[in-house]
């Protein structure tokens, strides 16, 4: 998983089809990547949808509960 300077890791444990991400990165413009554990190995997912609610929270939008890992930067 990507780790930077300007990253955020968020841990979700408990499935969810909404994640609620507070980065505090102050950008208007955060690229999120999201990886799950399937099948015994770690995949890059495309979720439903990102949606930015400020410049320190978005929303990831998932078509059912997941739980997995969002890098955001």
Known sequence: MP?????HNHTQAIAAAEWIINHN???????VDVY???????RKI????VIV???TQVKVVF?????GVAAVR
Do not use: F
């Open 3 to 7: 780790i930077g300077v300007y990253t």
């Open 25 to 31: 990165l102050g950008t208007n413009a955060p690229a």
């Open 36 to 42: 799950i554990d399937y099948e015994g190995a770690v």
């Open 46 to 49: 495309i979720p439903q949808d």
């Open 53 to 55: 609610m400020s410049n």
């Open 63 to 67: 078509s059912s509960p997941r739980t």
